[in-house]
């Protein structure tokens, strides 16, 4: 299967995940996985371990994007 035949068969919330992982990926190659997008402060173990492409601290994303 072609990978544009495959992303057809995605739902939008599939989509978004996989996009959300690439992002995770590209943060830990320039070395800010880890590192909340909005205060800058760390994430903690435990966010990370529930959702890795998780681009928010606790807190953050309390407060919406």
Not at 17 to 26: G, K, N, S
Not at 34 to 59: D, S
């Amino acid at each position: 299967m072609a990978v544009r035949e495959a992303d057809e068969l995605l739902s939008e919330a599939e989509r978004q995940e996989l996009l959300d992982i690439e992002a995770a990926l590209t943060r830990i190659a320039v070395g800010q996985f880890g590192r909340c997008e909005r205060c800058g402060g760390a994430m903690g173990r435990h966010r990370l371990r529930a959702i890795p492409e998780a681009r928010f601290c606790m807190t953050c994303s309390a407060l919406g994007r």
